[in-house]
């Protein structure tokens, strides 16, 4: 699946009315660039209310200097405003208090807008990587050996194709041993293994070629201390991982 352009998501933060009905509804079906989106805006936000009008300070030439480089522009618009224009004669009148508060609000707002574009495109490449999608979920039933039992199963996928199954467990009785979550086939012809669960909650990584679709079914057993890497058959919960 692609997905929305950086800059549209900065301009679309930025509250300016850029999207397509497709763009509308790419956002209304893809988690990730909507929660792009409500981290962009909030980056927006943050910067607006940071601009104070009652206390506007002059931003640094240096910033003036590296958004014309980043808009190219020509020279003559390059020069900043208190270099376009020299200082008025002694005989003239001062500009009002009011005028120049007015001319550093411009600036400090076009310091603030490419702010926010770069603060935005930092957080659209970290939240490309680390938000993570979910893809398929399941309720997790006891067995009967293990009436007071539940748990759930959330398995999630990340932009570089990683997907790890998110586990809970609740009402576990105490059992010699420790507990292990699996994998299986939904013919049941094979199961992996993911690991030991300490605690109520744990996240896994699915390996790589396993296909949840395939191997759906979730399994938390008991296994003895005997070193025998099989499954006990002894499961205390286990569902079935439906697309979420």
């Keep these: 699946m692609s997905h929305l352009d ?41 910067a607006r209310v940071a ?13 003036w200097d590296r958004i014309a480089e980043e808009l190219d522009l020509t020279p003559a618009v390059r020069t900043a405003p208190d270099d376009v224009a020299p200082p008025p004669p002694a005989e ?21 807008v490419a702010s926010v574009l770069a603060i935005g495109a930092g957080v659209w490449g970290i939240s490309r990587t680390v938000v993570p999608a979910e893809v398929a979920a399941a309720s997790l039933v006891a067995f009967p050996q293990h009436p007071d039992a539940a748990g759930t199963a959330t398995a999630e996928e990340y932009r570089d194709g990683t997907v790890r199954l998110n586990v809970t467990l609740e009402g576990d009785a105490d059992d010699d041993g420790y507990r292990e979550v699996w994998l299986i086939r939904n013919d049941a012809a094979a199961l992996v293994s993911l690991g030991v669960l300490e605690g109520d909650t744990g996240s896994f990584t699915v390996p790589a070629g396993i296909d949840l679709a395939e191997y759906s079914l979730v399994d938390i057993s008991v296994e003895p201390l005997d070193g025998d890497p099989l499954h006990s058959g002894n499961s205390i919960v286990r569902g079935e991982l439906a697309p979420a």
């Excluded at 009148?93 to 550093?104: D, F, H, L, T, Y």
């Excluded at 411009?106 to 603030?112: F, K, N």
């Design 6 to 46: 950086p800059e549209l998501l900065a301009l679309l933060a930025l509250d300016e009315p850029v999207e397509s009905d497709a763009d509308r509804a790419h956002l209304a079906s893809c988690p990730g660039c909507a929660a792009d989106l409500v981290a962009l805006r909030h980056a927006a936000t943050v």
């Design 51 to 63: 601009v104070d009008d009652t206390s506007l300070e002059v931003p640094d030439r240096r910033v």
């Design 92 to 112: 003239a009148p001062r500009a009002s208090p009011e005028r120049k508060r007015g001319r550093r609000a411009v600036w400090v707002l076009a310091a603030s």
